[in-house]
């Protein structure tokens, strides 16, 4: 089946390390997008990518890291920069087309900082 | 699982009935309209969408309604059943910019 997988759906941090979201995708979607969704919170822009090797800030970039080393693959990196991270984290992906952006989404990844 | 409604907009149905959830939206340039349905501890889910040159699109047991003079935007549920207790998101965007989403409404279908 196609689709956009999330791991780990639970991870745990100490304060000061850097954690790997990873999100892959078999859908042969050419853009790739990371969302932060904190309690009562509609769902926040970090990084996207619309095509390999390339990726543009999204609207709470600061402390976190991506890469687009392949079209299937958009890991994030939380990095100790970012000063609040425990949230859930929402990868997703869609076919770049005229004037449709329907996203598929992933499962989410729960961050918690301990 | 995930808690993701805390302190939204909530709605309360019996079930059976029909819901109504709403959205405005900000951007007057916005074309495109999404609803998307996040179970906890799940990934939204797409459920509808309408263009703006559009005012009504119906799918299997939902309706988008679009009303761009006022901004508005619903989705209509008819029948509500206890699989449809979930957060309801909308989204906005202009040409092929990044889709905009709304901070979510839950609700809550009575047995």
């Known amino acids: 089946d196609g689709g956009i997988t999330q791991s780990p759906k639970y991870l745990f941090r100490k304060e000061g390390q850097n954690v790997t979201l990873s999100c892959e995708q078999n859908?042969?979607?050419?853009?790739m997008y990371w969302y932060r969704q904190d309690p009562g919170q509609g769902l926040r822009l970090i990084y996207y990518?619309?095509?390999?090797?390339?990726?543009q800030k999204g609207d709470i970039a600061e402390g976190y890291s991506v890469s687009r080393e392949k079209k299937e693959s958009f890991p994030l990196t939380v990095t100790s920069a970012q000063k609040n991270p425990t949230a859930f984290y929402l990868c997703?992906?869609?076919?770049?087309?005229?004037?449709?952006?329907?996203?598929?989404f992933g499962a989410g990844s729960r961050l918690t900082v301990l | 699982g995930e808690s993701v409604g805390l302190h939204l907009p909530t709605l309360s149905v019996q079930e059976g009935d029909n819901s109504i959830i709403n959205c405005a939206y900000s951007?007057?340039?916005?074309?495109?309209f999404i609803w998307y349905k996040q179970e906890s501890g799940k990934g939204p889910q797409f459920i509808i969408d309408?263009?703006?040159?559009?005012d009504k699109r119906q799918g299997q047991r939902v309706t988008v309604l679009l009303n761009k003079t006022v901004k508005h935007l619903s989705l209509q549920i008819a029948a509500t059943q206890p699989g449809d207790s979930a957060v309801y998101f909308c989204?906005?965007?202009?040409?092929?910019?990044?889709?905009?989403f709304g901070k979510g409404n839950q609700v809550v279908v009575i047995p």
């Open positions: 997703a992906s869609t076919k770049i087309s005229s004037g449709a952006n329907v996203l598929t």
């Open positions: 859908l042969n979607h050419d853009a």
């Open positions: 990518s619309q095509i390999v090797n390339d990726f």
């Open positions: 951007n007057s340039a916005s074309d495109y």
């Open positions: 309408i263009r703006s040159n559009m």
């Open positions: 989204a906005e965007s202009e040409g092929n910019n990044r889709l905009a």
